[in-house]
Protein backbone atom coordinates (compact mmCIF):
# COMPACT_ATOMS: atom_id res chain seq x y z
CA UNK A 1 0.00 0.00 0.00
CA UNK A 2 1.41 3.13 -1.24
CA UNK A 3 1.69 5.56 1.98
CA UNK A 4 -0.01 8.41 1.20
CA UNK A 5 0.40 11.83 3.63
CA UNK A 6 -1.87 14.60 3.31
CA UNK A 7 -0.43 17.44 2.25
CA UNK A 8 -0.35 20.03 5.14
CA UNK A 9 -1.74 22.94 3.63
CA UNK A 10 -5.25 21.39 3.10
CA UNK A 11 -5.22 19.88 6.80
CA UNK A 12 -4.55 23.91 8.16
CA UNK A 13 -7.74 25.20 5.90
CA UNK A 14 -9.44 22.29 7.28
CA UNK A 15 -8.80 23.13 10.63
CA UNK A 16 -10.03 26.90 9.96
CA UNK A 17 -13.11 25.66 7.98
CA UNK A 18 -14.09 23.43 11.17
CA UNK A 19 -14.01 26.28 13.59
CA UNK A 20 -15.93 28.30 11.41
CA UNK A 21 -18.50 25.78 11.57
CA UNK A 22 -18.62 25.80 15.19
CA UNK A 23 -18.59 29.38 15.54
CA UNK A 24 -21.87 29.13 12.86
CA UNK A 25 -23.53 26.57 15.26
CA UNK A 26 -22.65 28.28 18.45
CA UNK A 27 -23.67 31.34 16.83
CA UNK A 28 -27.10 29.50 16.29
CA UNK A 29 -28.44 27.65 19.34
CA UNK A 30 -26.28 30.82 21.55
CA UNK A 31 -28.40 33.28 23.68
CA UNK A 32 -28.34 37.40 21.96
CA UNK A 33 -25.83 38.47 24.83
CA UNK A 34 -22.71 35.88 23.59
CA UNK A 35 -24.11 37.06 20.39
CA UNK A 36 -21.65 40.11 19.25
CA UNK A 37 -18.32 38.09 20.72
CA UNK A 38 -19.32 34.90 18.70
CA UNK A 39 -19.69 37.06 15.86
CA UNK A 40 -16.82 39.07 16.24
CA UNK A 41 -15.14 35.89 16.37
CA UNK A 42 -16.45 34.47 13.40
CA UNK A 43 -15.63 37.68 11.67
CA UNK A 44 -11.93 37.59 12.18
CA UNK A 45 -11.90 34.02 11.55
CA UNK A 46 -13.35 33.57 8.21
CA UNK A 47 -12.01 37.11 7.33
CA UNK A 48 -8.68 36.02 7.70
CA UNK A 49 -9.33 32.69 6.15
CA UNK A 50 -10.19 33.68 2.75
CA UNK A 51 -6.74 36.64 3.13
CA UNK A 52 -4.84 33.36 3.32
CA UNK A 53 -6.64 31.58 0.82
CA UNK A 54 -6.49 34.90 -1.40
CA UNK A 55 -3.29 35.89 -0.98
CA UNK A 56 -0.87 32.44 -0.56
CA UNK A 57 -2.94 29.24 -2.18
CA UNK A 58 -5.46 31.05 -4.74
CA UNK A 59 -1.80 32.65 -6.92
CA UNK A 60 -0.29 29.68 -7.20
CA UNK A 61 -3.34 27.99 -8.49
CA UNK A 62 -4.25 30.73 -10.96
CA UNK A 63 -1.25 29.67 -12.46
CA UNK A 64 -2.32 27.10 -13.47
CA UNK A 65 -4.76 27.07 -16.47
CA UNK A 66 -6.71 23.59 -15.59
CA UNK A 67 -7.37 25.34 -12.29
CA UNK A 68 -8.26 28.78 -13.32
CA UNK A 69 -11.89 28.81 -13.09
CA UNK A 70 -11.96 26.84 -10.08
CA UNK A 71 -10.16 29.87 -8.63
CA UNK A 72 -12.45 32.37 -10.49
CA UNK A 73 -15.31 30.25 -8.87
CA UNK A 74 -14.14 30.35 -5.12
CA UNK A 75 -13.19 34.20 -5.65
CA UNK A 76 -16.93 34.84 -6.52
CA UNK A 77 -18.07 32.78 -3.71
CA UNK A 78 -15.64 34.58 -1.35
CA UNK A 79 -17.02 38.00 -1.83
CA UNK A 80 -20.58 36.49 -2.01
CA UNK A 81 -19.84 35.36 1.64
CA UNK A 82 -18.15 38.76 2.40
CA UNK A 83 -21.22 40.67 1.44
CA UNK A 84 -23.76 38.64 3.47
CA UNK A 85 -21.31 38.86 6.29
CA UNK A 86 -21.78 42.36 6.27
CA UNK A 87 -25.83 41.96 6.55
CA UNK A 88 -25.50 39.35 8.89
CA UNK A 89 -23.63 42.75 11.11
CA UNK A 90 -26.67 44.57 10.21
CA UNK A 91 -29.41 42.74 12.16
CA UNK A 92 -27.16 41.65 14.71
CA UNK A 93 -29.79 43.39 17.11
CA UNK A 94 -32.99 41.96 15.88
CA UNK A 95 -33.06 38.19 16.47
CA UNK A 96 -35.13 37.27 13.91
CA UNK A 97 -33.53 38.65 10.77
CA UNK A 98 -30.27 37.74 12.55
CA UNK A 99 -30.97 33.92 12.57
CA UNK A 100 -32.50 34.55 9.10
CA UNK A 101 -28.96 35.83 8.18
CA UNK A 102 -27.27 33.53 9.87
CA UNK A 103 -28.64 30.62 7.79
CA UNK A 104 -28.25 32.45 4.38
CA UNK A 105 -24.49 33.33 5.37
CA UNK A 106 -24.13 29.46 6.73
CA UNK A 107 -25.52 27.68 3.54
CA UNK A 108 -23.31 30.12 0.88
CA UNK A 109 -20.02 29.18 3.21
CA UNK A 110 -21.14 25.46 3.71
CA UNK A 111 -21.27 25.35 -0.40
CA UNK A 112 -17.79 27.26 -0.90
CA UNK A 113 -15.96 25.01 1.79
CA UNK A 114 -17.85 21.97 0.14
CA UNK A 115 -16.47 22.74 -2.87
CA UNK A 116 -12.79 23.26 -1.86
CA UNK A 117 -12.89 19.74 -0.16
CA UNK A 118 -14.60 17.80 -2.06
CA UNK A 119 -12.91 19.30 -5.73
CA UNK A 120 -10.52 22.40 -5.20
CA UNK A 121 -7.99 20.75 -3.12
CA UNK A 122 -8.21 17.06 -5.06
CA UNK A 123 -7.86 18.87 -8.25
CA UNK A 124 -5.08 21.17 -6.56
CA UNK A 125 -2.86 18.25 -5.90
CA UNK A 126 -3.02 16.97 -10.12
CA UNK A 127 -0.82 20.00 -10.49
CA UNK A 128 1.09 21.35 -7.46
CA UNK A 129 3.61 19.52 -6.01
CA UNK A 130 3.36 18.49 -2.25
CA UNK A 131 6.41 20.51 -1.44
CA UNK A 132 5.21 23.66 -3.24
CA UNK A 133 1.78 22.71 -0.86
CA UNK A 134 3.61 22.28 2.06
CA UNK A 135 5.59 26.39 1.19
CA UNK A 136 2.41 27.47 0.72
CA UNK A 137 1.09 26.30 4.35
CA UNK A 138 4.38 27.71 5.46
CA UNK A 139 3.64 31.02 4.40
CA UNK A 140 -0.09 30.58 5.94
CA UNK A 141 1.19 29.57 9.16
CA UNK A 142 4.12 32.53 9.35
CA UNK A 143 1.15 35.00 8.08
CA UNK A 144 -1.25 33.64 10.95
CA UNK A 145 1.78 34.45 13.47
CA UNK A 146 2.19 37.10 12.30
CA UNK A 147 -1.84 38.15 12.83
CA UNK A 148 -2.09 36.32 16.46
CA UNK A 149 1.74 35.95 18.20
CA UNK A 150 1.99 33.25 20.75
CA UNK A 151 1.36 34.74 24.04
CA UNK A 152 4.62 33.42 25.27
CA UNK A 153 6.34 35.73 23.31
CA UNK A 154 8.31 33.45 21.24
CA UNK A 155 9.98 31.40 24.37
CA UNK A 156 12.43 29.24 22.59
CA UNK A 157 11.39 25.71 23.23
CA UNK A 158 9.95 25.49 19.62
CA UNK A 159 11.73 23.37 17.78
CA UNK A 160 11.52 24.55 14.53
CA UNK A 161 12.39 22.29 11.40
CA UNK A 162 13.76 23.12 8.24
FE1 LIG B 1 -11.32 27.69 2.71
FE1 LIG C 1 -12.20 29.67 0.42
Same mark, same amino acid.
Given at each position: ?7 ? +? ?6 ? @??? =? ?11 ? $? ?14 ? @? ?6 ? !????? *? ?7 ? =? ?5 ? %? ?18 ? !???? +? ?5 ? =??? %?? *?????? =? ?5 ? !? #??? $????? #? ?8 ? *?? @? ?10 ? *???
Amino acid at each position: MAQQKQPQ +LFELLKKD @HRE =VDQLLSQLEGGSE $DQREELFSTLQEEFTE @HCQLEEKF !FYPQM *KKINELKDL =VQDALEE %HSQAKELLVQLEDVIDDDDE !FQSA +LSEFKES =VQH %HV *KEEESK =VFKRTSD !F #ISD $DQLRD #IAMKCMQEKE *KL @HPSPSGGGGSKK *KSR
